[in-house]
């Protein structure tokens, strides 16, 4: 059995699915497999991922209907092997260490199931990357991840083998922070989470017009946060407020850098403060620029708002 079972699950990603599966191929770690989910894609991306497949025995394509991506890594989870599963998204990438610096830290903390590391985000090319995501520095609680998802992206996520049985798989029936809802899952399990303070994970920003699924990400927040409450979660609604005047704060620079209009911005910065003042500018660097960045963003060039406010 491989050490990693590496899980992409992908859909019309022809473009970036190359260097996604080329970044595999590079670790210093090679004891890995890669259980590759096509969920109906209509481009040529199984043309590039076969490429790959004819040059190596250790890549496995799965096929399925169009079903969404909880869907996709679930098929991932269910057929793969090995003593951790890595998530990795089509157009993601990473460090050549990455599986290196896990398997020795998984060695070192047998009592941690999911690692995670640091998130450099770029454009087009992962060698220049822009801003990079902090982590905490003990195991996440339930009220870190209700503010703000630490580990990213689902391609920073890795977990032990042995600790589905308890988390469960995804919910196919969210469409919007299906990943923040396993790992709320599986905090509130007791299954620990913890970072490594390198940066282990590239993401890819994709620019555009987004205001319709920001308040979608909101909708998909207050499903998760009924379904955790519904499980046992003892979440009061100090703590509620708290959590979601982050994550509004989260919503805003993301409606920045994206370059959706600065109006929902400022929304989302006023509904903040309303909840929480307090813990809006509990990180205050964030907290005031993001704040100025609301009713100045149009002032400013939207390659600059991409940087400023990432993360």
């Known amino acids: 059995m491989k050490d990693f079972a590496v899980i992409i699950p992908c859909y019309n990603a022809a473009k970036t699915i190359g260097k996604t599966i080329q970044s595999v191929l590079n670790q210093t770690h090679q004891s890995w497999s890669i259980y590759i989910v096509d969920d109906g894609s209509t481009d040529n991306t199984l043309s590039v991922v076969e490429s790959f497949c004819q040059e190596n025995d250790d890549i496995h394509v799965l096929g399925q209907f169009n079903r969404g991506v909880s869907s996709a ?101 969210m469409s919007h922070g299906e990943d923040r809802e396993w790992l709320l899952r599986a905090i509130h399990k007791g299954v620990q989470i913890q970072g490594i303070n390198e940066i282990l994970t590239f993401y890819r920003l994709s620019l555009g017009g987004l205001s319709a699924d920001l308040e979608k990400m909101h909708k998909g927040w207050n499903e998760t946060l009924d379904r955790l409450v519904a499980s046992g979660a003892k979440i009061s609604a100090k703590q509620r ?57 149009s002032l400013l060039p939207k390659s600059l708002n991409t940087v400023i406010f990432t993360r």
């Not at 003593?83 to 990438?93: M, P, Q």
């Not at 989302?268 to 100045?296: C, D, M, Q, W």
Request: proline share 2%; charged share 20%; net charge positive.
């Open 73 to 173: 890594r679930n098929r991932g989870l269910q057929n793969a092997k090995g003593k951790y599963f890595a998530f990795l998204d089509a157009d993601d990438e990473w460090a050549e260490d990455r599986l290196e610096t896990l398997a020795k830290a998984f060695l070192q903390k047998p009592e941690v199931h999911i690692i995670y590391g640091r998130v450099g985000f770029f454009q087009e090319n992962s060698n220049e990357i822009g801003a990079v995501s902090t982590i905490k520095p003990n195991s996440l609680t339930l009220l870190d991840m209700l503010s703000e998802n630490q580990t990213c992206t689902m391609s920073n996520v890795t977990v032990r083998a042995t600790a589905i049985s308890t988390i469960g798989l995804f919910d196919v029936r």
């Open 241 to 297: 407020n708290q959590a979601e005047a982050v994550y509004l704060r989260y919503l805003a620079r993301r409606a920045l850098r994206m370059g959706a209009h600065s109006k929902q911005a400022r929304q989302y910065v006023i509904r903040a403060l309303g909840l929480s003042p307090t813990k809006y500018f509990e990180n205050f660097h964030r907290g005031l620029a993001t704040l100025i960045g609301a009713f100045a963003s």
